[in-house]
């Protein structure tokens, strides 16, 4: 191994960022979050970013989108409760093609629920939070390692689509610290927002041109004069009542991701070739679901994991064309079964669905999944 | 300055201040026939070409209700974002680009109900932005409910039976948490205004300047305040200057409103502090290697 | 051993957290995969506080321990509470103030005053967790004594690096100590 450090997963999502580009960090403190925040603070001002500690956590959010606007590539963390509170902006951001990261560090709810043990409690609203109808992109990472990779991931996929995009983290990966190689700089591929070359005050902001994938509006202050709003608007950014421009608004939001879904979707499988029964997992969940594996394939038992890294899209071909080979798939989730709902959604009648749901603050372990594979 | 006697002139300077500021082909604007805010719009711009600022440098950021029309009007960088959350993204868009001049325009409502807190924090950081309140009293765009600036007893649409709450001072509350520069304008006080945003703009620190706008529509008809022009002829008849004001008893002051820069005191600005932290970790690590 | 799942339990503020996170530290630089991670209520101060390093030669999955290998008490009710979950397998130690409470099923307990040590040897209460640290590796050789200096080193205030290398000392001589008394 190079460069191994030991690293938390919430440090790892600040030097992902920091790797990233991210250059503005605004928040409130808020547990399992916090570190995130604190790293942030120290970290930002000696690469020549800035921190700011918001009043609220909507303020957080809409000072990040503020310095987006204006360039910077900008994060806001949060839990739970907070993340409640971002949702109006995050819809915000998503209308007005706002490059974003949120990071969300579940816990324990609903309400303040208990702050300091873990869940996964969140991924629905991650997917339906805001009102209205909106593209989304949320990662889920289960390693530090991953918390890392993702974070940097996340803020491209941002930049890439002028989106908000989400990284779903959860108590147990941002309170675990593990061994992590530090990448080569240099080998880090960062990808920076589409915008015009030649500022111009009379070029429409969200005007694309053909085999353009997102608007190319410049940062303010660089010489292209034009509006930004949450209303619905069309291409010179105004608004407007237009059902067709309303339509074609809408349609295009949501083709960006949903066109796009290869280039976005991470899917991490293991032992699937040959799989009978799969577990369906996600972030800090696929540690147990691994070991559950190991210890199942050691007694003789075909068991594989499907783990999507990108939750939202969530990965419905790929999982529905799994489904039609395997005997059974195992939800493991720290809820009352929430992506067990798209799972059920998307399997059908192609096999048997069985659940390993936690909702009292508990870990989940891979004895308890083990017995659902083992479970006739 | 705009000479008064000469209508002609008037005209002219009026023409182009909208066509140099502002965006004709989103012209008329949305705002009733008597509204204050169309005046107050165009004092800010005024206040702009008396300064010399750059188009492309200026940002405006609006929040949500009538006074946030203005943000699409202007012809600047401008951001028209989610109710009382104006001041929270101006202070993102100033933190990224301190070079950029950075102005909100809000309404009472937006700004000290739903964006109080916001309003608070960023005069106590004193962040280099400048705040513009529409005050009209009222909630305009949802159709004339009290808001926190409608007096005590006053009428609105959720204020049947009289407003049993009691209004803020917007610009007192400004000072209260710390604000480096608090002032009141008024739609009525068109010069003084103008030159009061001047000052509140040059000042390197927070500013807020609440102005006085009338809302004749929904304020005016529900507490039978007459005409537009009668409103306005209110403001004339109750606004004490602030050096005069200073000499007057507070019984005397009862029912009136205090015109000019109520407060002004100079702090590090946060931008520039923080800049500074930036430099002094440049110059350890440096020195450290 | 391939797996070790060590877990240390006391009161909020006795520093346990950190003392998992130089094992985890310690574990690394030694080039074993490790996963560290901790439970605690609200209080900064007094509460109980779980923490656990996983050691082991192969990437970890699950990243809590399942059945403790290693077992650290620093207070009755941290003892009274995890004592009991361990089996025949696993190693205590045990604050020598405390008292093993009924159902503990683990065959070696090892009992030591590091409160004490800490307390008056090495003139701090606060250095507790690093006198537990040097126990620990002198228990469980998860390092060489170099290695383990160094983990202690990347993971405490300045100015305080004299004095937590004397609690490491103290903390590696109360077992050797103890490894003499007990060799009959």
């Known amino acids: ?290 070991s559950a594996m190991d210890e199942a394939r050691a007694k003789g038992l075909k068991v594989g994991i499907f783990r999507p890294r990108t939750i939202w899209p969530f990965p419905e071909n790929e999982l529905a064309e799994a489904s039609r080979k395997l005997k059974k798939i195992v939800v493991a989730e720290h809820n009352f079964g929430q992506m067990l709902l798209e799972v059920q959604r998307v399997v059908k009648n192609n096999c048997p669905v069985s659940f390993v749901g936690k909702w009292n603050g508990g870990v989940i372990t891979p004895s308890e999944i083990l017995a659902k594979i083992e479970e006739a | 300055m705009v000479n008064r006697g000469d209508v002609k002139q008037k005209d002219k300077q009026m023409s182009n201040l909208v066509y140099k500021y502002m965006r004709p082909e989103h012209l008329p604007h949305i705002w009733c026939p008597g509204c204050g805010n169309g005046i107050i719009m165009r004092d800010v711009a005024q206040a702009i070409e008396n300064l010399g600022l750059s188009r492309n440098n200026t940002i405006i950021v609006s929040g949500i209700g009538c006074s946030s029309r203005a943000a699409g009007y202007l012809d600047f960088n401008t951001i028209h974002t989610t109710h009382g959350r104006a001041i929270a993204f101006a202070t993102g868009i100033k933190l990224a680009n301190p070079s950029l001049e950075v102005i909100v325009i809000a309404g009472d409502g937006d700004i000290s109900a739903i964006g109080g807190n916001h ?83 040059h000042h390197s620190g927070f500013s807020l300047i609440d102005v006085a706008s009338v809302c004749p529509t929904y304020y005016g008809r529900k507490n039978k305040s007459g005409s537009a022009v009668d409103m306005l002829k209110w403001q004339r008849d109750n606004m004490i200057p602030a050096e005069k004001a200073a000499k007057m008893e507070p019984e005397e002051l009862k029912g009136k409103l205090v015109l000019g820069i109520l407060h002004q005191v100079q702090y590090k600005e946060f931008t520039y502090a923080y800049d500074q932290l930036i430099k002094r970790l440049y110059q350890e690590r440096e020195e450290n290697e | 051993m391939s797996k070790q799942e060590l877990r240390l339990a006391g009161s909020g503020g006795q520093g346990v957290i950190l003392a998992t996170v130089v094992l985890a530290e310690a574990a690394l630089l030694s080039g074993k995969y490790t996963a560290q991670s901790q439970a605690y209520g609200p209080e900064a101060r007094g509460g109980s506080c779980k923490a656990e390093t996983l050691i082991s030669d192969t990437p970890i999955g699950f990243t809590k321990v399942q059945n403790p290998t290693f077992l650290m008490v620093l207070t009755q009710r941290s003892f009274d509470h995890y004592g009991p979950e361990t089996d025949e397998n696993c190693l205590i130690l045990m604050e020598s103030s405390l008292s093993v409470p009924e159902g503990t ?80």
């Open chain 1, 1 to 290: 191994m190079g460069n191994v450090v030991l690293m938390q997963g919430n440090e790892a999502c600040v030097e992902g960022a920091l790797a990233a580009g991210m250059r503005l960090y605004a928040g409130y403190p808020i547990t399992p979050s916090t570190e995130i925040a604190e790293i942030s603070s120290v970290r930002l001002p000696q690469e020549g970013g800035k921190f700011i500690q918001m009043e609220d956590e909507i303020a957080s959010i809409a000072c990040a989108i503020g310095a987006s606007v204006a360039g910077v590539k900008a994060m806001t963390a949060t839990s739970g409760p907070g993340f409640s509170l971002k949702q109006e902006n995050l819809g915000y951001a998503a209308l007005a093609e706002i490059p974003l990261v949120v990071v969300d560090v579940q816990r324990m709810g609903p309400s303040t629920g208990m702050p300091t043990f873990p869940s996964q409690g969140d991924m629905m609203m991650a997917r339906w939070g805001t009102h209205g109808d909106h593209p989304v992109i949320a990662l889920c990472p289960s390693s530090v390692k991953e918390t890392y990779d993702l974070s940097i991931r996340a803020f491209n996929l941002s930049e890439k689509f002028r989106t908000p995009v989400l990284l779903m983290m959860d108590e147990l990966v941002g309170h675990l610290r593990e061994g992590m190689e530090l990448p080569n700089p240099e080998e880090i591929e960062i990808i920076d927002r589409p915008t015009v070359k030649y500022p111009d005050p009379k070029r429409l902001p969200y005007h694309m041109k053909a085999g353009q994938l997102v608007p190319q509006m410049a940062p303010f202050g660089k010489g292209q004069r034009y509006n930004i709003t949450g209303l619905i608007h069309d291409e010179s950014g105004f608004p407007t009542n237009s059902t067709e421009e309303a339509r074609k608004m809408m349609e295009r939001l949501m083709h960006k991701i949903s066109d796009n879904y290869d280039y976005i979707k991470d899917l991490a499988t293991e032992n699937m070739d040959d799989a009978d029964i799969a577990i369906f997992c996600y972030g800090g969940t696929a540690r147990a679901a691994k």
């Open chain 2, 119 to 201: 309003l608070i924090h960023a005069a106590r950081r004193n962040i280099g932005i400048t705040v513009i309140v529409m005050n009209n009293n009222i909630y305009g765009m949802t159709g004339g409910q009290y808001s926190p600036t409608t007096p005590k007893g006053a009428f609105g649409t959720t204020a049947p039976y009289g407003n049993l709450d009691r209004p803020f001072d917007i610009a007192g509350l400004a000072y209260g948490a710390g604000a480096s520069f608090a002032a009141r304008g008024s739609a009525y006080h068109v010069q003084q205004t103008i030159n009061i945003i001047q000052e509140g703009i």
């Open chain 3, 105 to 184: 099923k683990a065959s070696r307990i090892v009992s030591l005053p590091i409160l004490e040590t800490a307390k008056n040897v090495v003139g701090r209460i606060q250095t507790a967790n690093i006198v537990a640290v040097g126990c620990i590796n002198e228990l469980l050789h998860i390092t060489d004594d170099a290695s383990m200096e160094k983990a202690v080193m990347m993971h405490i205030p300045k100015g305080t690096e004299k004095l937590n290398v004397k609690a490491l000392e103290e903390g590696r001589n109360l077992v050797r100590r103890y490894l003499e008394e007990n060799k009959a």
